[in-house]
């Protein structure tokens, strides 16, 4: 079975930009500020559509329903949804204060648990994350700074430059700062919960919805302060959480990746450079994501210097 490759789904977000053109050549509809580019995605209200090769126009729900097998796996059930959503950020100004909730919190809120890993393509000067609270901070601390208007108080701010990484479990309050192009993979969920939104407005001119009672609900008070992977120590894991593990691959020209058939799905995300798959002689570049099924044997050779990251066990 050959590589799924998909048409990308866009997002406008009163905090995005038009880094998708710049970045990776992306023709952006005019005027719109684009903030999250949804790569892979089998939701009811977001589907990814097969682009190219004998799957095109089908959307994945499609595939995996007809293919669950080739696709997944033998013990695959067909009508499961595939379970990561990948996403590029345009984050071009700070990202709302939020929280998804836990597994065991979820079901109580009618929402769905989110482990995402964040991995920083491009970042601009003064670029940073917010992830997790400061030590010490508590439940009655936190809602008299939300009171306040003294939230920053209370959580953890530090600076990011390309090649960073960082796991954020469901459970724990974070925000994106301004200035970062990131690569998002994360379970298939899409319940947030916004607890502060820094006094901003949406696009439609008014005050965004905030989820202040779900989101305390949610927020693991006694969670260790995350700690993020820096691109200096170049760790060959970025991730490995029961939902899925994330393996950073750098490829020099002309080096070569190769995956046996019958091992599992996996994922392959573009970070930098360009790399020929072997079978087809496509070419896959910067920015792109895409699904190897488990029935399929793939080899792929960097056509320059390439930076990949593989996203596996998770079916």
Known sequence: MQILQFASIYQERVWGGRALATAFGRPLAPGRVIG???EIVDRVEARSVVRGGAHAGRSLRQVIADHGPEVMGPRWPAARPFPILVKWLDCRERLSLQVHPS?????????????????????????ALIVGLKPGVSRTRFERALAEGTLETCVNRFPVAAGDSILVRSGTVHAIDAGSLILEIQQNSDTTYRVYDWGRVGL??????LHVREALASILWDQPEPQPLRAAATPAVLAA?????IRRVPLPRGARLAFAAGEQPRLLHVIAGRVRESATDGLLERGDNVLLPFAGAFAFTAAEDSLLLVTENFA
């Open 103 to 127: 597994a065991d919190q979820a079901p109580a809120l009618g929402g769905e648990p989110k482990t995402e890993n964040w991995f920083i393509a491009e970042a601009a000067p003064g670029a």
């Open 204 to 209: 439609d001119g008014r005050p965004r919805q």
């Open 241 to 245: 959480c029961a939902e899925f593990r």
């Open 36 to 38: 999250e580019s949804w």
